[in-house]
């Protein structure tokens, strides 16, 4: 196992690693909209999506991987009534084949964000 950190992304607020490689894979925790760069979480649903995404993202640069090798996500969101304008946003982040995901609405996420997401990625 290697422990995988950027400064591209949010750090951890707790005791996990941003991404942990074993097997082949890429396991990225759960990642928050905060921007790296001002520590603060967008206002909008929509824009946290993005800034969720963007973080994932960065971790997987990290590891020497890419958003396209995606295998699995979990989402988590604070208002599923909005899944259409969701599922847009994250429609464009990936291609076909699209990887497998879970989405849930939860009654609350850490420091008031609306959506979280973790993955996992292939490395090759």
């Given at each position: 196992?290697?422990?995988i950190t950027t400064d591209k992304a949010p750090p951890a607020v707790g005791p996990y690693?941003?991404?942990i490689v074993a097997g082949g894979l890429l396991f990225?925790?759960?990642q928050l909209p905060i921007d790296p760069k001002t520590g603060e979480l967008p206002e909008d649903m929509l824009q946290q999506m993005?800034?969720?995404l963007?973080?994932?993202e960065a971790i997987a640069i990290a590891a020497g991987t890419s958003l396209a090798k995606t295998v699995k996500t979990t989402v988590l969101v604070t208002d599923l009534s909005r899944f259409?304008?969701?599922?847009e946003i994250y429609g464009r982040a990936f291609a076909a084949p699209y990887p497998a995901r879970a989405c849930y609405e939860v009654s609350a996420l850490p420091?008031?964000?609306?959506?979280?997401?973790?993955?996992?990625i292939a490395l090759s």
């Open positions: 196992m290697a422990a690693s941003q991404g990225v925790s759960g993005r800034q969720c963007a973080n994932v259409s304008e969701f599922n420091r008031g964000a609306k959506v979280e997401i973790e993955a996992v």
